[in-house]
């Protein structure tokens, strides 16, 4: 799954999030914001205390980060099956209510997966509860999970309906006129 990072109110970058029976691979590519001599730090921001995911090292112009983050990390920080709410560059971990806000308007105006509805019960109750991810494709609504061949994976019911596109099963769901 792909989030963007944020830093100052404005997107910089983007952060890959791939489970595995570990836990989560992450690799994090932005440009590099804010004064040379800045030490930033990546921080995923959950219901509790924000997740240090990293200190992404300086390439050019840009900070790359790749690294893994374990089962245990992950429960401890309150998203062992679903990422952070979003991410964000930080010296300490702080986060001004300004950039807090902005970052959450910007999810909302991304119309999160439970703001869809199919008709069917399965796939909506997997909506709610965020297991796959939903976006408005054309007439359609394209559902998305990780599909790895060594974990389950969310949209198992119907997988004679969906594509494989690189490690993510792919249904795209036309909803039928009620009557």
Not at 37 to 45: M, S, V
Not at 100 to 123: C, F, H, I, Q, W
Request: net charge negative; aromatic share 8%; glycine share 6%.
């Amino acid at each position: 799954m792909q989030a963007e990072i944020w830093y100052e109110n404005r997107s910089t970058g983007t952060l890959e999030w791939e489970y595995d029976p570990y836990g989560v691979r992450i690799t994090l590519d932005c440009a590099k914001p804010g004064k040379e001599e800045t030490l930033l730090r990546c921080y995923g921001k959950t219901d509790g205390f924000p997740l240090l995911i990293g200190l992404p090292e300086p390439k050019g112009e840009r900070l790359r980060l790749s690294r893994h983050l374990s089962r245990e990390t992950l429960k401890a920080a309150g998203c062992l099956h679903r990422m952070p709410d979003f991410f964000y560059l930080s010296e300490n971990g702080a986060m001004p209510a300004q950039k807090e806000n902005r970052a959450a308007d910007a999810l909302e105006n991304k119309s999160p997966a439970a703001a869809y509805t199919t008709g069917d019960a399965v796939l909506d109750r997997l909506l709610s509860e965020e297991e796959i991810s939903c976006r408005q494709q054309d007439a359609c609504l394209e559902l998305r999970c990780t599909f790895r061949p060594d974990k389950p994976f969310a949209l198992a019911p119907i997988f004679a309906l969906c594509s494989v596109q690189k490690e993510d099963a792919v249904l795209r769901w036309e909803k039928k006129a009620q009557p």
